[in-house]
């Protein structure tokens, strides 16, 4: 028998509603069901916005049931409304499908997709949507859903009352498409839960009323919380905007800072979401935590966690020495080159060519760490610059080949708070001394 996986998600903070709760956990008893959440592919990259029903699928996989991602191919041409103040700008086809292909790889990270019977699958919306006429839609669909109960939904009557964020017809129609997914996916592979974030709660219930009312069949709609901060911001935005799980987008660098930062308040709660933890760990976690809340273990433990499961344990501890290495805990001799290759992304960098040795003023200058010479001196004096960590005590000082990290790298801080990374690539009096 399966582990009891609606009490997990329950214990985990990840049950915000649902349409049966005993019912639905009395199905899920008695064997391996099928479950599905659905994302519109309106960017190549998931954001941590996404992460808390992924994870609920993730943890429902591993109570032995079957995961359904569903890529919103068609429903992505349309937009969502829910929670939308205004229309969305429309995405062509070919642009849905690249998304689609750049999240494939992201979905691997939390759900196995080759495991026996209870394998994810990841299924694209377009390929029965696209299949449907107009007339079909009107004459077989939409006679099933009441324009009276769609008009009373908050999101749509508020736009309707104010001329400036008007409805169109196309956002109108959007939990149409929504239902008839959840109808093909009970069809084809016997889907009885749909799952989403909170503001989906109208579309799954329109979603179960609509299968009960076609097929007689007997399906469930739950919802995880839209997540804010203790704060009161939505979680997972920063001031340069979503967190996503695309490297390229965010590093990894980042994303463990973002995660890092999280609220002491919201500390336990996010590793109960974010993290494979037992709930058992993380009661551990939470009293070292409050122990010494300055020594951040809470979120330490949760950065870790986090970023290992989307970017990998290689990555993950060149990110904690990296983080170390600025914040002076990890001295540079501990540490490997690719730290500091990931470090030149995230500091002040320059690439020079100079001849070697070469005067430490000089090198500040070049690599824009000082704006001159009378400057960097000055630094000097005052015990403020160090290369290497190694202090630079006098100001007509030079660095040669062997003080090169690697052969290339320059470490410089000035103060506590400042860095630069200087990559250094001799010039041709270095090359011919050499020779």
Avoid at 42 to 63: K, Y
Avoid at 236 to 264: C, H
Avoid at 367 to 378: H, L, P, T, V
Wanted: aromatic share 8%; hydrophobic share 40%; with cysteine.
């Amino acid at each position: 028998m399966p582990l009891d996986a609606f009490e997990i998600l329950r214990a985990r903070g990840m049950v915000e509603w649902c349409s049966a709760p005993e019912r639905l956990r009395e199905v899920m008893r008695e064997g391996m069901t099928t479950i599905y959440i659905g994302f519109d592919p309106t960017a190549d990259s998931l954001h941590v916005g996404h992460l808390i029903p992924i994870m609920a699928l993730a943890w429902i996989q591993r109570c032995g049931h079957r995961p359904v991602a569903l890529a919103g191919g068609g429903t992505g041409l349309i937009g969502d409304p829910s929670g939308k103040s205004r229309e969305r700008n429309l995405i062509t086809l070919a642009a849905v499908r690249e998304n689609i292909e750049g999240v494939r790889p992201q979905l691997a990270h939390f759900l196995d997709f080759d495991c026996g019977e209870n394998s994810a699958i990841l299924v694209n919306n377009y390929d029965w949507l696209s299949k449907f006429s107009f007339l079909d839609v009107l004459r077989d669909i939409g006679k099933h859903f009441s324009v009276n109960a769609l008009i009373a939904r908050e999101y749509v009557r508020s736009r309707l009352e104010d001329p400036d964020k008007s409805i169109s017809y196309t956002e109108f129609s959007y939990v149409l498409l929504q239902s008839m997914d959840f109808k093909y996916l009970y069809e084809t592979y016997g889907c009885r839960l749909q799952m989403g974030g909170n503001d989906q709660q109208g579309n799954l219930i329109a979603g179960v009323d609509y299968v009960r009312k076609t097929t007689g069949g007997e399906v469930f709609g739950l919802t995880q919380p839209l997540l804010l901060t203790s704060s009161g911001t939505k979680f997972g935005k920063t001031e340069d905007g979503a967190v996503w799980l695309d490297p390229k987008r965010t590093s990894p660098y980042r994303f463990y800072q973002f995660w890092i930062n999280s609220d002491d308040r919201d500390a336990e709660r996010l590793l109960k979401l974010f993290t494979f933890l037992s709930l058992e760990e993380i009661a551990s976690v939470t009293a070292e935590h409050g122990k010494n809340p300055g020594a951040r273990t809470a979120q330490r433990r949760l950065a870790f966690e986090a970023t290992r499961i989307v970017h990998g344990e290689d990555t993950v501890r060149s990110v904690v020495a990296a983080s170390e290495v600025l914040f002076g805990s990890q001295p540079l001799s501990e540490v490997g080159e690719d730290v500091l290759d990931l470090l030149k992304e995230e500091m002040p960098f320059t690439a020079l060519s100079l001849p070697l040795p070469v005067a430490v003023a000089d090198v500040l200058v070049s690599a824009g760490a000082c704006e001159s010479k009378g400057e960097a001196k000055r630094l000097i004096r005052q015990g403020g610059v160090s290369v290497n960590e190694t202090r630079v005590e006098d100001e007509g000082g030079a660095v040669g080949r062997e003080e090169l990290l690697y052969g290339r790298y320059l470490f410089i801080r000035l103060g506590r708070k400042r860095f630069h990374l200087a990559e250094v690539r001799l010039a041709e009096a270095s090359l011919a001394e050499s020779r």
